[in-house]
């Protein structure tokens, strides 16, 4: 887990939120590709600020840089235009498809990147909490974070038990076929061990009383802070400047 005594990473999870909703608002306000892809930038000096770099870099190489590569590629083919920049038998690049694709992926980057980011540096537990904070039922809160937990935990449960296989002497690296031969019995014991799981949350949140009503008090706290309030302030107050440029610049 990161520093918890980072500034950034103590700020309120909405304050924390303010970043993509600056990012996904302010894209569409400046109208260039550049400004988009800034966000990038941007993102990596607060993910180094919060000591979260290398997570997030890892998650922008292995998750994101690919999958921006293809809709470039594709788009800049596709997209319709009388400009051919590059041509080779049947297919062709167009520059307005190659400027299609630049503000496509330049928006996809700068989206991306702000939620990667936000979810690296906010704990689910402290979206739960401070979704109940401003009303909703801790119900609904649970299930959300139940939902983020799921796929991490299956994720470990699994390498777990293919660890447990190479113990026993299974073969379980090597060919597509072998790595799947060693994958199909640990489906088993994987869905087994999901419904146990169930199980013993289902009785936990009993025995902590989670169908009550009433108010729920928590060991874990949170507190927005003056800062958490002139950061939120800050933030929309500049979408505004940036609303306004827009109107009465770029139109």
């Not at 999870?13 to 930038?41: E, G, H, Q, R, W």
């Not at 994101?64 to 470039?72: D, E, K, S, T, Y």
């Not at 062709?92 to 990667?116: C, D, N, P, Q, Y």
């Not at 009503?213 to 958490?228: A, F, N, P, Q, V």
Request: aromatic letters at 10%; glycine letters at 4%; proline letters at 4%.
């Amino acid at each position: 887990m990161p520093n918890k005594g980072n500034f950034i990473l103590n700020l309120y999870p909405s304050t924390k939120f303010m970043l993509p909703l600056f990012v996904t608002i302010s894209i569409f306000l400046v109208p260039s590709y550049l400004y988009a892809y800034m966000m990038l930038p941007l993102c990596i000096v607060i993910a180094l600020n919060a000591g979260v770099a290398k997570q997030f870099l890892n998650l922008i190489i292995k998750g994101l840089l690919l999958l921006v590569l293809f809709i470039f590629i594709i788009q800049s083919v596709i997209a319709p235009g009388e400009e051919v920049l590059w041509s080779w038998g049947i297919i062709s690049i167009k520059e307005e498809g190659v400027m299609l694709s630049l503000t496509l992926t330049s928006r996809i980057v700068a989206i991306a990147s702000a939620f990667l980011l936000f979810f690296r540096i906010t704990s689910i537990r402290d979206v739960s909490q401070a979704l109940e904070k401003i009303g909703m039922s801790p119900k609904f809160s649970y299930a959300i974070l139940a939902t983020f937990q799921f796929i991490p935990e299956i994720s470990k449960r699994s390498k777990v038990i293919m660890d447990a296989q190479k113990a026993r002497g299974v073969e379980t690296e090597g060919s597509l076929l072998t790595r799947t031969k060693a994958f199909v019995p640990v489906l088993g014991p994987l869905v087994l061990s999901s419904i146990a799981n169930t199980e013993e949350r289902a009785i936990t949140l009993e025995t902590r009383a989670f169908s009550t009503k009433g108010k729920k008090t928590s060991l874990h706290e949170l507190h927005k802070t003056k800062i958490d309030m002139s950061i939120q302030i800050l933030v929309i107050i500049f979408i505004i400047f940036l609303a306004a440029g827009r109107i009465l610049i770029w139109n």
